[in-house]
């Protein structure tokens, strides 16, 4: 007789819940900090600072700080916010199932009578549960400064921002959990998705510089954020590539992860 449908998956959320609590406040604060930071400064003041920058800074977008829904856009939505997102997903991803095949307490999934694939899905679906609760923290709380601070961010156009960051730190999530799933070795998960991600943001942000705009075809980074979503809403194409990446890197994990010999 087969487990329950979702028992799998609500062992390993309870294995991680304080590591999951532990990111779901630090996204929160992260995005509080660089938010609320907005309204001392305004944007006189960054008008100023540009104005003290080299042309490059411009070229590459910096003048979008001038407006709340810009500087939200630069700092939480680029930066901080998306590489906190990225570690955890990437790692969470490369552990969920190499990590625990190296440590051999995948085996105890084993023990019960489930099949690889019921496994591989249900881990699956804690990475980008995970993934989805970081996110919601992040929107909540902008949504809540943007009220108290009077920031006119646009709802509508936040969930754009956040669900672009949904596909973006699920689908670098799902290459680590496909690559780890696919070799059985958590470092190579995490070293493939990592430089994935690295060459997503240098061809994001190299592109304008160099006059290359096919490296922002090609960047997953500008997939997700090259549209500006908190200033134009969804990028349905951008959207789509992203949802494209997540498949392809969990159908290529999917099936090596159902044929070779595992360590347990």
Same mark, same amino acid.
């Given at each position: 007789m087969s487990v329950r449908t979702g028992t799998i998956a609500a062992g390993a959320l309870?294995?991680?819940?304080?590591?999951?609590?532990?990111?779901?406040?630090?996204?929160?604060?992260?995005?509080?900090?660089?938010?609320?930071?907005?309204?001392?400064?305004?944007?006189?003041?960054?008008?100023?600072?540009?104005?003290?920058?080299?042309?490059?800074?411009?070229?590459?977008?910096?003048?979008?700080?001038?407006?709340?829904?810009?500087? #939200?856009?630069?700092? +939480?939505? !680029?930066?901080?916010?998306?590489? %906190?997102? &990225?570690?955890? /997903?990437?790692? =969470? @991803?490369?552990?969920?199932?190499?990590?625990?095949?190296?440590?051999?307490?995948?085996?105890?999934?084993?023990?019960?009578?489930?099949?690889?694939?019921?496994?591989?899905?249900?881990?699956?679906?804690?990475?980008?549960?995970? #993934?989805?609760?970081? +996110?919601? !923290?992040?929107?909540?709380?902008? %949504?809540? &400064?943007?009220? /108290?601070?009077? =920031? @006119?961010?646009?709802?509508a156009k936040l969930i754009a921002a956040s669900t672009g960051l949904l596909l973006f730190g699920g689908a670098m999530g799902t290459v680590a959990f496909g690559v780890g799933a696919a070799t059985g070795r958590r470092g190579i998960g995490i070293g493939v998705a990592s430089s994935l991600a690295v060459v997503a943001y240098l061809f994001n942000y190299l592109s304008p510089l160099i006059d290359a705009p096919w490296m922002e075809s090609f960047s997953p980074f500008s997939w997700y954020i090259g549209n500006d979503p908190l200033l134009n809403g969804f990028d349905g194409g951008g959207l789509a590539l992203l949802a494209a990446l997540a498949i392809v890197a969990g159908v290529g994990g999917w099936v090596p992860f159902g044929r070779r010999n595992l360590m347990v």
């Open positions: 309870h294995d991680q819940r304080r590591g999951l609590i532990g990111w779901v406040l630090a996204v929160a604060v992260v995005a509080t900090m660089y938010t609320a930071f907005y309204p001392s400064i305004g944007a006189a003041k960054f008008s100023v600072m540009l104005d003290a920058m080299p042309e490059v800074a411009k070229v590459m977008g910096f003048d979008k700080i001038l407006s709340a829904s810009g500087y #939200v856009g630069a700092t +939480v939505y !680029s930066l901080l916010g998306a590489v %906190l997102v &990225l570690v955890c /997903a990437i790692s =969470l @991803g490369a552990r969920l199932i190499a990590g625990e095949e190296e440590a051999g307490t995948l085996e105890l999934d084993f023990s019960a009578p489930v099949t690889r694939d019921r496994v591989f899905l249900e881990r699956l679906a804690v990475l980008w549960l995970t #993934v989805l609760l970081l +996110v919601l !923290s992040i929107t909540t709380t902008l %949504l809540i &400064l943007s009220s /108290a601070l009077d =920031l @006119g961010l646009e709802p």
